[in-house]
């Protein structure tokens, strides 16, 4: 099954101020993504941005592969410009998938992390408790999505407009510590410094933790060596090995 | 209508190879294109000891380019050969080994350890780094540290050997000149040039190595010119690379004396850019009803211009 193909914009809007939803149409059959996978797509239509983009699978639906993305940097703002009709070149799915949760689990999500992460909520309706962090209720984005398919959703911004003013990870810290039973798994997705306040909540604790990363890469499939996160065992590569790692594994 | 050409006693079905470091060990894109179609594979450079790497960030996007400080990480000889060369056996393309060290006794035992190898079908040096011996002079841009290890790694192989020049110096014609004096049978032109970008806000550069190698289409007009002043001065085939990205491109270097190309940064962005490189060459022979690719080779032609 190819995993290079042509795909036509199906649909491309703004789901809030600096969040986009990208609708594409794949030209030709392409294998099925696991949650947690994701694909590079062509950014601009000359050599600048000459790179293709990771971008995680946010939804698979009648055929068609659908991306959320916040416009950050010079990438997504060539990206945001793509039409209804546009043809996108996709490579895809790539990378490793989150394990398939056995049972309830805890699922964090920081700010465009959720993109990632609504995979896996669909996929396991009604079992996942939400950790929902971002800068604002601005970016809080496919927040009725999110109450449908997760158990419960517990929300932090930075600046209180939505939920608790805080970090995600401090209200994780705390039930974590409430807790007496068995610590439900982990999954995560969000920005480097997020995980790596996670990494400093679980250090000491019994739960298995599963993180999301994110890396610039130029290539998606291995070969370029530019996507490198430090492990126990060495240097491993974001876009194959990962993006999905065991917490345990990160030399952090 | 022949494509074929000949890199010193190598024969090559066609023109288009891979560049080192932008290709791994063939796998990774055995799944986007057929690997027999390829003029030859120059795997990712590989070095006596394995090693680790740069921290990151390693690469970082330049405008119609791309700036990478990988550190040359590489799992080793002895890796390739047990893990990696069995796979690309299974092929009727030639492997040329990419290699380094940092000090001549490491090239030498480098060239020895894949020279033995079956299924290694030439060498390519990679002379962009430092001597830890000499001061960390790098040797591909100093002539004398360049002909000390390009005439002791001759002595240590009688595989076609390639000395893939550093276009970090002053004269191009002259560091190949070198090269062909001291025993090698094809450069290579180009590697990366040297560049830096800054973070202007945090006033800190982009790369954790500071500085890496630019490549990608803003730097092919350097790499042609490369080509044709290096074409003047020598007489072994260059392979010519720098900023391919379609068959187009793959023509100039051609024409301006490449005997073969490398695709590069390309493959990154378009994981069958080989193939179509290869495509659109042969569909150019045709449409200029050019029968033999090797009529193309440094045909450019120097015509006098109407001053008006």
Redesign the interface.
Known sequence: MP??CNAVVDEHGFVSRHFKLLRLRPLSEMQEPKAGQFYMLQAGA???????RPFSLFKREDGTLSFLYRIRG??TQSLARFRQGDSI?V?GPLGNRYPVPQGDFIAVAGGIGIASLLSLLEGYPGRAHLFHGARSAEELVMGEEVKRVAKEVIIATDDGSAGMRGVVTDLLAVRLGMTTEPLLPIYACGPTPMLRELHRVVADKEVRCHVSLE????????????????TTS??RRVC?EGPVFDMKELAW | MNLSVKIGSLTLKNPVMTASGTFGYGEEYSEFIDLDRLGAIVVKGLSVVPREGNPTPRVVETPSGMLNAIGLQNIGIEAFLRDKLPFLRRFSTPVIANFFGDSVEEYVSAAEQLSGAEGVHALEMNISCPNKQAGWIVFGTDPKAMEQVVRAVRKATTLPLIVKLSPNVTSIGRMAKVAEESGADAVSIMNTITGMVIDVKRRIPVLANCTGGLSGPAIRPIAVRMVWEAYKCISIPIIGMGGIMNAQDALEFLIAGARAVAVGTANFVNPSATVEVIEGIGHYLLDEEIPDINDLIGSLKMVPRMQS
Request: net charge positive; hydrophobic share 30%; proline share 3%.
């Open positions: 995993r290079y000359t050599s600048d941005p000459l790179l293709k010079k990438g070149r490579i890396e610039h890469m130029a290539c998606g499939v291995g070969a370029c060596l530019g996507c490198v996160v430090k060495g240097y194959k």
